[in-house]
């Protein structure tokens, strides 16, 4: 007899008795996937009877801080709020090659001596991970490794061992023999992590669950993973260099907007304290079509460097590429800086790219991207100790941007000498630290003018 099938949605897990091209529950095209029908059991059920959650009153619910413990990495314990979160769920994810592995197992020799580690790895055997251990430095300790893929023998090694840290990689390895599912199908990852999630909370341990991306860069599997997890950090870089970033894009217990910086080095992971300076390390001096700018990346700020590049254009239309900053703002900045900055860029190509492969994704960066674009199109440099804080609006406005004075005391520690700004900083009156000289402008004519001297 055939096996029935089913439908889910990959985004939202929503289920359909029949393919279709659109979710109808979150509208997503092209997201619609096979599986097999998962069968419900009653082993949940014990002596036949069924145990009734009772709710609470919220004026008698505990207001207690949660309980932490530091990773012994300070770059992710920023990253996690503060250190790991007892009885939480973290998904690690990133690219093949990237470090997640080396991340985790470097945690293991760092909390090693008053933790009690499972690590579970379904990629690797026990000889494998022992060599990798042997280079990290990671020989000591109540670790304990299990090389498995059968979820319920991994929830019996948990209950006999009790760890106080449990590290899975991957989820995507991870199947259930009671799921008539291949491993790493929908249905497996999402009912793996379910499994490993109750079994957290019940026993109060923290788990890092390591987790595959697709070509788009999000997690693989359905979007209810993302949902059921109480942390996400991807681990972003390029492999042909050595600076990784440690990026949370959920975080139940902190703030999403904070980045932890490392390094990858023949013997592991080193944490760059200092993200400015590795950011503008190898800067070239005086040379067109290069600003620096001061962006938050949650409470830390960082100088990161952009770079333009205008060419004449060997097509009927001017080609406009960006990497590290939105294509569509890049492209609205660069059609205020022709209408309302008079910089005839419409039939040259343009290039801009934000070095050290940090992305900016806030308006602060505008006014430095516009005045890249204008030095390197009358080919001059904005000089070596400039900087450029601000928003552009669609009239060529400078408009103020919020923590101007933390930006402002960044950029002075690095050595900046003047630093353009808006002219109107709202209620913040921005305060120029000792050897900042302060360029206030109106509008992005007035920018150039500034700094170019014209």
């Known amino acids: 007899m055939k096996a029935k099938t089913v439908f889910y949605c990959t985004e939202c897990g929503n289920e359909t008795a029949k393919w279709s091209g659109r979710c109808t529950a979150c509208g997503a095209w092209n997201t619609i996937e096979e599986a097999p029908e998962v069968k419900v059991t009653k082993a949940s059920v014990k002596g036949g009877t069924v145990r009734r959650s009772r709710p609470s009153l919220i004026a008698d619910l505990s207001t207690e801080a949660e309980a932490r413990f530091s990773t012994g990495l300070k770059e992710l314990d920023r990253v996690l709020g503060g250190g790991a979160v007892r009885g939480s769920i973290v998904l690690v994810g990133g690219a093949p090659g990237i470090g997640k592995s080396t991340l985790l197992l470097q945690i ?27 280079r990290l430095g990671v020989d000591a300790g109540e670790i304990y490794v299990l090389a498995e893929t059968d979820l319920n023998q991994v929830i019996s090694c948990i209950e006999d061992v009790k760890p106080t840290v449990v590290i899975i990689d991957s989820i995507q390895t991870m199947y259930d023999a009671e799921v008539a599912s291949a491993p790493g199908s929908v249905t497996q990852v999402r009912e793996c992590t379910m499994t490993l999630m109750r079994q957290a909370k019940a026993d109060n341990f923290t788990a890092f669950v ?20 109480d942390c996400i950090l991807y681990f972003e870089g390029d492999r042909n260099t050595s600076y990784r970033i440690l990026r949370s894009g959920k975080n139940r217990f902190g703030s999403t907007n904070e980045i932890g910086v490392f390094e990858m080095e023949s013997n592991g ?4 304290e200092n993200p400015s300076e590795m950011l503008l390390d190898g800067r070239p001096e005086n040379a ?39 294509h569509n703002r890049a492209m609205m900045l660069l ?4 209408k309302r900055g008079g910089v005839p860029i419409g039939g040259y190509d343009s290039y801009i790219n934000v070095v050290g492969g940090l992305t900016v994704d806030e308006p602060a960066a ?22 450029a804080i601000g928003e552009v609006g669609l009239s060529g406005e400078i408009r103020s941007v919020m923590n101007l004075n933390q930006r402002l005391t960044e950029t002075a520690r690095l050595g900046f000498q003047s630093c353009v700004i ?14 900042l000289k302060l360029i206030r402008v109106r509008n992005v004519r007035e920018a150039i003018m500034a700094v170019f001297d014209e």
């Open 108 to 134: 293991c020799g760092l909390i090693g001596q008053r933790e009690k580690i499972l690590y579970v790895t379904g990629e690797e055997s026990q000889r494998q991970l022992k060599m990798r251990a042997m």
């Open 366 to 387: 505008d006014l430095a991207t516009v005045l890249a674009v204008a030095s390197s199109y009358y080919d001059k440099p904005l000089g070596t100790h400039v900087a």
């Open 335 to 338: 059609a205020v800086l022709e």
């Open 210 to 229: 390591v987790g595959h991306i697709n070509k788009e860069g999000n997690i693989a599997g359905p979007k209810v993973l993302e949902h059921m997890v």
């Open 288 to 326: 067109p079509g290069t600003c620096v700018t001061c962006v938050m990346e949650g409470t830390r700020p960082v100088l990161a460097e952009i770079q333009a590049l205008v060419s004449n254009t060997g097509y009927n239309a001017a080609r406009r590429n960006t990497n590290g900053i939105d």
């Open 269 to 272: 992971l080193r944490e760059v």
């Open 422 to 435: 808006p002219y109107r900083t709202g209620k913040e009156e921005p305060n120029a630290p000792a050897g």
